[in-house]
């Protein structure tokens, strides 16, 4: 799922030698007007990513007349992807809309399109860059997802700084009698957006938490509320079935608990709430961060968790 920033510009600011404001330069990366080249000039904004060194890449609607290819996707305002171009690796396929983008610190970008002119089952494919990783029909390769598995699409991608891309994937898992067969899959490549070895993270109808849990029935398939580091590990929202439809909602670390709907918080006295759309981020010491609501009196349920080491700290 994408995010829709429906403003006139996207602005940048570059640090220059302290973590203060007044230390940032603000420089302008798009705006709405500006001239993409063959296509029209910007109405929209529509997604975004940066990396740690300032690269950056926009998805812009245009107001180009032929709506089969008024969007584009510009990496430090050039043009990447044009919505109906050929995309290569895929037979002829076109591109038909973008999902997901991220970019890494090496200018190298991860995302998640959908395609037309292909066979039916392979219209979604997994890219690094503008080169196919993946395309939905291929076979499930990580070991722990049964024998005979598919990919049937693709909902989210996030690549990380050593180019390997975690997946949450729509699969058909002949073992399973699942509503939803869905997995987080870790892509890795050889730096050149070819595929190397897949490796699960996490799949449905495992149990959460872990071994004394209800089964798991979906991931949470939202841009933010998930998060990728360079070690591989993956922090994400996850859905299960209770049976009554009540504290059905947790967040895992790579399958282990972090917080689960109703249960204790870090925060004496105070239980997780709604973990419908919590908002996360993992680094790569394995620090975590947490936004989500807290039980008790609404006006102060919002809480930020932080975990470092073996230290909790709490901002609402």
Known sequence: MKISLRLAALIGGALLTSTTVNAQAVVRLVTQGDQVPGNGKVTIIDNIAVNDFGGWLAECRTDLADTSKNKV????????????????????????????????????????????????GAEQGVFWNDRLVLQSGAPVTAPGVGAGSIYTGFQEVRINNNDQLLVIADIDDPTMQMAIERAL?????????????????????????????????????????????????????????????????????????????????????????????????????????????LDGAATDDRSEERRVGKECRSRW
């Open 185 to 293: 899959i870790v892509l890795t490549t050889d730096g050149n957006g070819n595929l190397v070895s897949e490796s699960l993270t996490d799949i449905v109808g495992t149990t959460f938490p872990p071994t004394v849990g209800w089964p798991v029935i979906s991931f949470v398939t939202t841009a933010h509320f998930y998060s990728f580091n360079d070690n591989g590990n993956a922090i994400y929202g996850v859905a299960m079935d209770t049976g009554s439809g009540a504290n059905n909602e947790g967040v895992a670390l790579d399958g282990a608990s972090i917080a689960e709907e109703s249960g204790p918080s870090p925060i004496a006295g105070r239980n997780w709430n709604s973990l419908t759309t919590p908002e996360m981020g993992l680094n790569n010491n394995g620090d975590w961060v947490l936004s989500a609501v």
């Open 73 to 120: 996707v510009l990496k430090d305002g050039q043009v990447l992807f044009t919505k109906g171009q050929t995309l290569a690796g895929t037979l002829g396929a076109t591109l038909s809309k973008f999902d997901s983008m991220t970019l890494n610190n090496a200018g190298n970008a991860g995302f998640n399109i959908e395609m037309s002119g292909t066979a039916p």
